[in-house]
């Protein structure tokens, strides 16, 4: 490829036909604008799946969850946004480690020379449109990780990179695979010394849950009184009416995530959280009136608070104000790299 093509807009039947061909080989893609996805989100800052939903409200519009390997859909989508850049999910059938510039090339260089006796990382390798390096290696299984070295990101599952004939969205310039190391190339390999980088220390990142649990059975007063509390709060939600909406919809996911979160946690049982849940959604009237509505509320509700487990809060609360009544907030509303520790004692004073 020429200098030239490097810096020549790839057209829409180039960026169409290799999101297509990508697609066939079984590696989900989605449009991009630039880097980001092209597809607007489907939720905004206040509805209540804003960051939480992946796709089961069935819309388009939830970043990498869009990536599909469905020919007709890729299709349609390049219809929609011909000029788009296409996006390739990672952590699929390959992860990326994303070498960003010269900066990341020497970065990684250093690393291997110092750890890796030197040997290049091979497999399918694009030149990046900013002058860096995409290195498609065999899934890990671990985490992504930003920043693992100097200039140097690991993309894996629920993360996508942006592939040729793409254009990137500042230099211009295309992204290109490397001669003799296209897609039919075999995966490289992550080095074992990088593979320790990548993988989660116990303490640190992940601290979240563990730090806030204390172990309980099924049963116990706590997971009784919130329980209670939350199925009172559904049964009581308000109904849409003249001039206003209903919020029994977003009434009943906080309240299902608030309880699935302590299942999680083994405070409560999951077969009666789930009948009590749709006990309520009937008692308020929902699921006659939005049946499917309510039943992807409640699944999505589920997947969130399920991967978000919750204990008894470290002091059980005191003082006569009434129901212990469940926060809103919690860890499952937290941006992935900034966890903010909440305390539900801290949080209820005044
Ligand atoms: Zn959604």
Redesign the pocket.
């Known amino acids: 490829m020429s200098a030239h093509a490097a810096v020549t807009r790839p057209s829409p039947q180039e960026l169409r036909g290799a999101a297509l061909e990508y697609a066939s080989m079984g590696i989900p893609v989605l449009p991009v604008r630039g880097k980001l996805p092209a597809i607007p989100a ?2 905004q800052p206040g509805d209540p ?1 804003y960051q939480q ?1 992946k ?3 069935g ?1 388009l519009g ?1 970043g990498v969850h869009d990536a599909t390997t469905d020919l007709a859909q890729v299709r349609q989508l390049w219809d929609q946004w011909p000029q788009a850049n296409v996006g390739l999910r990672t952590g699929v059938l390959f992860d990326v480690i994303d070498v960003d510039g010269q900066q990341g090339r020497d970065s990684l260089a250093r690393f291997l020379a110092d750890h890796g006796g030197g040997r290049p990382i091979g497999g399918p390798r694009v030149h990046t449109g900013s002058g860096g390096w995409h290195l498609y290696v065999t899934p890990t299984g671990l985490p992504d990780h930003i920043g693992v070295l100097q200039s140097v990101d690991y993309r894996a599952a629920d993360r996508y990179v942006v592939a040729p004939p793409s254009r990137h969205p500042v230099s211009g310039r295309r992204y290109l695979w490397v001669p003799g190391r296209g897609l039919d190339t075999p995966l490289g390999e992550v080095p074992q010394v990088l593979r320790e980088r990548l993988t989660p220390r116990p303490v640190g990142r992940d601290h979240q849950p563990a730090a806030t649990l204390r172990p309980a059975q099924p049963g116990h007063p706590y997971g009784r009184a919130v329980l209670e509390a939350e199925i009172a709060r559904i049964a009581g939600a308000r109904p849409p009416g003249p001039g206003r909406g209903g919020e029994r919809n977003q009434v009943l996911w906080e309240a299902a995530r608030n309880l699935y979160n302590l299942v999680a946690g083994g405070v409560l049982d999951q077969a009666e959280v789930t009948a009590e849940l749709e006990r309520a959604a009937g008692t308020c009237g929902l699921l006659r009136d939005e049946p499917r509505q309510t039943m992807r509320t409640l699944a999505s509700a589920r997947q969130v608070g399920l991967a978000h487990p919750r204990g008894i809060p470290d002091r059980p609360t005191t003082g006569g104000r009434g129901r212990d009544r469940p926060r809103q907030q919690d860890a499952s509303h937290h941006q992935p790299f900034q966890p903010r520790r909440r305390d539900p004692d801290r949080a209820r004073e005044r």
């Open positions: 489907a939720h799946l939903c796709g089961e409200c819309d939830h």
